[in-house]
Structure formats: structure tokens, C-alpha cells
């Protein structure tokens, strides 16, 4: 049934901005993209990244030792997952703005009481008090909030501690790939992504579904190093 494969079948497009259509796909196929074994794969990009970072960063390890980390967009909480076993962290909290993905995440973690999680947005972090984490991560999450970034920057920072350390990754500025996810954005811009998963889980694996329906359904703004790093000294 060809009619199911649109958004105005089963959402009124009309009340849905680019970020809340974003907001909405993560929520969605987060969770189904790292169920089980899928979870299990999606920790090797994890793991890789953290290593990237300790290797780049050689005072990291010894900050990690018994931190107190605060991850903001979560997702699946493959990172606070990794930081516990193989870093010697006390403790994690993540966030994210998804209900279906805290969900999941409370019930996998469930044997995991160092492992915490709430529903937050990147901007309000007010659940949180003044320099309570030592380590704060935002992993690929505030480009696709909408949020300003001086903002959502500033926020993070308040609840680090002081000689804490602070992880953000957001999009750059330009470049071919992201002219190719815009594009995409644009041709799937009627179809729902409950169709585009269930047709494409046919014949791709979901750690590249996942990355695909990211970036085709996950909105983002581009910012330059030099926007960055003046924010960064404000």
C-alpha cells in the first residue's frame, strides 16, 4: 500500500518543524537500530572513538579514573557503556530528549546502577547543579538540536567541573557530504521513516541503517572552527 509510504498519511507535516521531524527519528530508530546483537556492534564505533580521544589527549585516562561523566543526546548510551568498562569511571548519566530511547535504555542497563538516565534536552540541563561532572560529552548531538550553540555550549559548561574536561562534536561548515545528506533530506522529505526502515532493513545492516536514517531524517546546521572556537573563548 503505496499510500503508507507518506508523512501526511500519518502525521500532519503541517505541525512538524525540521527539528522536531529530527527529534522524532532518533527517537525512533535509535532504539531499533541497537537492539540486541545491534547493540553489541555498535560499541566497536564507540570504543574506537574513545581510544581516538585518550590517544589524542594523554591526561584523559587519569581523568577518567572514578569521573562522574555526563553524556547529553546519549542515544543508546554506547559510550557511557564502554567509559565504565574499559575506563574505570565511577559513574554516567545520559540524557536525551528521546522517551522511547531513555526507555530502552533504563530496562537494558537495568543491572547497571552506576548507569543512569533521563529524558533532557541539550539547551536545559537545570536537573543538574553547578560543576557536578568531571567529564562532559556531546558526541554529534547539538548540530542536530537546532539549539543555539553558544547557548547549548555555555550550559555544558556550567555543569563542569572546574579542570574538568569538555567533548563536543558538531558538524563543520560546507563540503560534499553534507550537500549529499541535504539532498537526501530533501528527496525523503514526504516519506515517513517507518516506511524507509522497513524497506531498507531488508537489505542493509543496521549499523548502516543507522548512520543512513541519521543523516537523512536527522536535520543539522553547519558551523565553522572559527565560530567555534569564539564561542569557545566566551
Known amino acids: 500500500d503505496q499510500s503508507s509510504i507518506f508523512i501526511?498519511?500519518?502525521?500532519d507535516v503541517s505541525s512538524l518543524d525540521k527539528w522536531q521531524r529530527a527529534n522524532r527519528g532518533f527517537n525512533f530508530f535509535w532504539p531499533k537500530n541497537t537492539s540486541n546483537d545491534?547493540?553489541?556492534?555498535?560499541?566497536?564505533?564507540?570504543?574506537?572513538?574513545?581510544?581516538?580521544?585518550?590517544?589524542?589527549?594523554?591526561?584523559?585516562?587519569?581523568?577518567?579514573?572514578?569521573?562522574?561523566?555526563l553524556d547529553?543526546?546519549?542515544g543508546p548510551g554506547r559510550y557511557m557503556y564502554e567509559l565504565l568498562k574499559n575506563y574505570k569511571i565511577s559513574s554516567a548519566h545520559g540524557i536525551d530528549s528521546g522517551e522511547e530511547i531513555i526507555r530502552t535504555n533504563i530496562k537494558r542497563f537495568a543491572s547497571s546502577p552506576n548507569l543512569k538516565f533521563s529524558n533532557g534536552t541539550c539547551r536545559d540541563l537545570s536537573q543538574f547543579n553547578?560543576?557536578?561532572?568531571d567529564i562532559v560529552l556531546s558526541n554529534g548531538v547539538i548540530h542536530h538540536s537546532g539549539e543555539p550553540l553558544d547557548i547549548c555550549i555555555a550550559e555544558h559548561a556550567r555543569v563542569l567541573k572546574m579542570g574538568g574536561k569538555f567533548f563536543v562534536f558538531v558538524y563543520g561548515k560546507g563540503g560534499l557530504e553534507l550537500r549529499i545528506w541535504e539532498a537526501m533530506q530533501s528527496l525523503l522529505?514526504?516519506?515517513?521513516?517507518?516506511?524507509?526502515y522497513d524497506y531498507c532493513s531488508r537489505f542493509i545492516v543496521p549499523k548502516r541503517l543507522q548512520g543512513l536514517m541519521d543523516h537523512a531524517y536527522g536535520s543539522f546546521y553547519q558551523t565553522s572552527r572559527s565560530q567555534i572556537e569564539n564561542i569557545l573563548k566566551s
Open 8 to 11: 501526511a498519511d500519518s502525521v
Open 38 to 69: 545491534d547493540f553489541e556492534e555498535s560499541l566497536v564505533i564507540a570504543n574506537k572513538r574513545l581510544e581516538q580521544l585518550a590517544n589524542q589527549f594523554p591526561d584523559l585516562r587519569s581523568k577518567l579514573d572514578s569521573a562522574n561523566v
Open 72 to 74: 547529553v543526546g546519549c
Open 130 to 133: 553547578n560543576e557536578t561532572f
Open 189 to 196: 522529505n514526504t516519506v515517513t521513516m517507518e516506511f524507509f
